[in-house]
Nanobody
Framework: QVQLVESGGGLVQPGGSLRLSCAASGIFFRMDVMGWYRQAPGKERELVARVIRDGVTNYADSVKGRFIVSRDNENKTVYLQMNNLKPEDTAVYYC???????????????WGKGTLVTVSS
């Protein structure tokens, strides 16, 4: 019942910036955690950043000080502002939300299809 659509990926030079957006749509009661994961070739999918409903954020050590995650609850959107991008940031970035559906107790994970970020000169 929930769809996530990412946008904002693309090719950028090292040191550049990108802003990823993920808009949620569908029928659900509330969104708890909203965040971003990424998966580079040959590597495990890893958490990049997330923001909980109370505003607390978590970041991977590799992106601290460079990335900022934020959410717009009214528009059901989560953003990832990526600054000072490095080649090692190259990956497919996936939007992830934890949603509590109507009539259910437990939250469920939903995933976007992913958007490719390539950092290269």
């Amino acid at each position: 019942q929930v769809q996530l659509v990412e946008s904002g990926g693309g090719l950028v030079q090292p040191g550049g910036s990108l802003r990823l957006s993920c808009a949620a749509s569908g029928i659900f009661f509330r969104m708890d955690v909203m965040g971003w994961y990424r998966q580079a070739p040959g590597k495990e999918r890893e958490l990049v950043a997330r923001v909980i409903r109370d505003g607390v954020t978590n970041y991977a050590d590799s992106v601290k000080g460079r990335f900022i995650v934020s959410r717009d609850n009214e528009n059901k959107t989560v953003y990832l502002q990526m600054n000072n991008l490095k080649p090692e940031d190259t990956a497919v970035y996936y939007c992830n939300v934890v949603v509590v559906n109507w009539g259910e107790w437990d939250g469920r994970d939903y995933w976007g299809k992913g958007t490719l970020v390539t950092v290269s000169s």
